[in-house]
Structure formats: structure tokens, C-alpha cells
């Protein structure tokens, strides 16, 4: 690829911004960063630490180790994804779980803790040719991003489609549902960098899409900007 570029993909909770950033990022090849990642591995350091009870996390003690938490990722060339280690673990399982989907939110909406992942994400970007997914990166991380997409779809086909690629017997539609409609409530009412579409984001509602016409409609807008800058 010649032109480097950033592209920034928010929107709701489960409603596919991993699959199309892991797509655009095999197809152009480009660096992919789920910022979401980031904050699940700061609430696993919580929750093994001690530091968050009841949606209540200590911040006094969060705030003390979070200069000495080490994020990093490793792609993985066998299953093909970029895995997750937190201070040298590799950590991709644990984050994904129902317990760390619970608290995340009361953790992401920490400001303290949203400036230190900003800067971080900030400067993963500044080589270019990254393409990083969350819910701020069109509007806080890179507002000056070449490409941004907003995705969302309806919470019930979004909780459906997560039971199913969950696939527990320990995890109900219900509890997903709701953790969904929860997170979803707690991103978009936060304070500090709440979940909002850029003003020049381009909308992408997946509820009655498939994923080729989806990548489709993706690939063809970025290779616009890619030819003509725009
Ligand atoms: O994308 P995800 O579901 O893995 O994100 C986990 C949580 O982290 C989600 O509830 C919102 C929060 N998050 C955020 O506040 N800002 C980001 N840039 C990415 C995720």
C-alpha cells in the first residue's frame, strides 16, 4: 500500500468492529489495535489485584500501578490474531470473559486511566497504517483519522449473535443481552470521551447484513481514499 493511513472503527458493543478491523487489516495490510482489548487487560489487573468490587474500583490503588502495568500485543501467526499480554501474560482468554465484560465499563470510564491509553493509542498511530477499533478513536484518538467508520446493529441481534459465537452452557441470552444494554448505557452517558459518531464517520448499521456485503461496502470506501484522497 502506498498511501499510509489511519482508520478509525467505533460503535456499540458487539456489533462486529473486531471482524471488519481484522479484515481491513488483512486486506491492505495494515496494523490492527483493539483498544478494547486494553481496557479489559486494565480490569483484569483490577479484578486479580484486588482493586475493583461491586462496579466500585479503588482508584487510589489502581492509580498507583498503572505507570508500571506493561500492555503489549503479539500476533499470533497461527490462529492468525494479535493476542493481548498483560506485564508478559498472555492474557486473550481471561479478557473475554463474562467477568471482565461486567466490569470493564467502571473501569473504562476512569479519566486517569482513559489518558493513559489515549496517549498510548496516539502513539501507536503516529507511524500510520494502523487501523484500531473502540469507542473515542474517531473522536478523541484520531480526530484527524483518513478513514472513520461508526458500526451498530440492534441490541437483540447483537446479544444473539454473541451467545452464539460464545456458545456456554454458563452464560444465558439474558445475561448477555443485558450486559450489552449496559455497557451500550455506561459508554454512551460517560463523562470522559463517551462513545459518539464522528461528525465525518461514515455509518455502518449491520443488523440486516451480511459480512461480504459489509466488506464489500468497507473495501470499496477505503480504496476510494486511497486513489483520489478522499
Ligand atoms: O470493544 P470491547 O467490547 O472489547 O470494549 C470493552 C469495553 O471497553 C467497552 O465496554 C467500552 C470500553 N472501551 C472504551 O471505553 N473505549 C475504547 N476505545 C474501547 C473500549
Redesign the pocket.
Known amino acids: 500500500m502506498s498511501k499510509k493511513i489511519n482508520i478509525a472503527i467505533d460503535g456499540h458493543?458487539?456489533c462486529g468492529?473486531?471482524t471488519i478491523a481484522k479484515s481491513i487489516s488483512q486486506k491492505f495490510q495494515m496494523r490492527y489495535i483493539?483498544?478494547?482489548?486494553m481496557?479489559?487487560a486494565i480490569t483484569l489487573f483490577c479484578l486479580q489485584n484486588n482493586l475493583i468490587s461491586e462496579g466500585i474500583v479503588n482508584t487510589k490503588g489502581l492509580k498507583k500501578h498503572l505507570d508500571s502495568i506493561n500492555l503489549g500485543f503479539e500476533y499470533n501467526s497461527e490462529n492468525k490474531v494479535s493476542e493481548t499480554f498483560l506485564n508478559g501474560e498472555n492474557i486473550e482468554n481471561k479478557i473475554r470473559g463474562l467477568q471482565v465484560?461486567e466490569n470493564?465499563?467502571f473501569v473504562?470510564k476512569i479519566p486517569f486511566v482513559r489518558k493513559k491509553l489515549v496517549l498510548l493509542q496516539q502513539e501507536i498511530g503516529k507511524e500510520k497504517n494502523v487501523v484500531m477499533?473502540?469507542?473515542?478513536?474517531g473522536t478523541k484518538?484520531f480526530p484527524d483519522a483518513e478513514i472513520k467508520f461508526f458500526v451498530t446493529a440492534d441490541v437483540q441481534i447483537r446479544a444473539k449473535r454473541r451467545f452464539e459465537e460464545m456458545n456456554s452452557k454458563d452464560v444465558s441470552f439474558d445475561q448477555i443481552l443485558n450486559n450489552l444494554k449496559m455497557?451500550d448505557e455506561?459508554?454512551t452517558r460517560r463523562d470522559t470521551?463517551p462513545?459518539k459518531m464522528a461528525e465525518d464517520a461514515i455509518l455502518i448499521d449491520n443488523s440486516d447484513k451480511s459480512l461480504e456485503q459489509q466488506n464489500n461496502f468497507v473495501f470499496s470506501k477505503i480504496e476510494k481514499v486511497l486513489k483520489n484522497g478522499n
Open positions: 458493543s458487539s468492529k473486531s483493539d483498544t478494547g482489548a481496557y479489559r465484560s470493564v465499563s473504562a477499533d473502540g469507542r473515542d478513536i484518538v455497557r455506561n459508554d470521551n462513545l
